[in-house]
């Protein structure tokens, strides 16, 4: 079955903590990973994708096929940060294609 | 430029009523995809559009959903008879084409069903 699961719904650090949002997932096939970010009152959007390898906002996530565990992580959070992140596993098959998503996560960065 | 939009943004209902939402994606992107988030759930695939081929409607939940999507641009999310469980946010995405690493979501539409 195709599945990903973020275990925690919220968490809540100070400014300047490190955070880690978790996110596992279940697939047979070669898993591509994304994390969604929707901040308050905005349209969800893009926050990296793990073929990319990339830093964006000080955010970084790494595939560990082993544990099949792609976690967010950001060494400082920023109050900016606040916001409800999603996990997504892209499922391409039989000439289909679509995000399977996680449950979200709110992180609230406090002052 | 301009983003995906959705309309209504918000639209409330009577249950047994017939609702259309509406899916402007952006402009030249060949796939389209409707998800519907409700409270607690995350968000779930309902359907997906690219080009010319067949739609994968093996999301809807039930034959009380349709969509179709007219001359590869604008789609049009059709729920009959309304029931209570349908009430939730309803988001539409699109990508310049099947493959691309970033898909563009509306801003949604929140339906309730009274």
């Known amino acids: 079955a195709q599945r990903v699961t973020q275990p925690e719904k919220l968490l809540s650090v100070f400014k300047g903590a490190p955070v880690e949002l978790k996110c596992n997932y279940s697939?047979?096939?070669?898993?591509?990973l994304f994390w969604y970010v929707q901040y308050s009152r905005q349209r969800l959007q893009l926050l990296l994708r793990h073929i990319s390898r990339e830093s964006i906002k000080g955010f970084t996530a790494d595939l560990n096929k082993g544990e099949t565990s792609f976690h967010l992580k950001k060494p400082f959070a920023q109050e900016e940060d606040s916001a409800m992140y999603y996990c997504?596993?892209?499922?391409?098959?039989?000439?289909?294609?679509?995000?399977?998503f996680g449950k979200g996560m709110k992180l609230t960065v406090n002052p | 430029g301009a983003g995906v939009s959705q309309s209504p943004s918000n639209k409330v209902t009577e249950k047994g009523k017939d609702v259309e939402l509406r899916c402007d994606p952006i402009?030249?992107?060949?796939?389209l995809y409707w998800y519907r988030q409700s409270l607690g759930q995350g968000l779930e695939f309902l359907i997906y559009?690219?080009?010319?081929?067949?739609?994968?409607k093996s999301g809807l939940p039930s034959d009380r959903f349709s969509a179709e999507r007219t001359g590869g641009s604008v789609s049009t999310l059709t729920i009959q008879r309304t029931q209570q469980e349908d009430s939730a946010v309803y988001l539409c995405?699109?990508?310049?084409?099947?493959?691309?690493?970033?898909?563009?979501f509306g801003p949604g539409t929140r339906l309730t069903v009274t």
């Open positions: 402009s030249g992107h060949t796939a």
């Open positions: 697939y047979s096939g070669s898993p591509e």
């Open positions: 559009f690219q080009g010319n081929s067949a739609p994968d």
């Open positions: 997504a596993l892209r499922i391409t098959q039989g000439g289909s294609e679509k995000l399977v």
């Open positions: 995405a699109s990508t310049l084409q099947a493959g691309a690493n970033e898909q563009y």
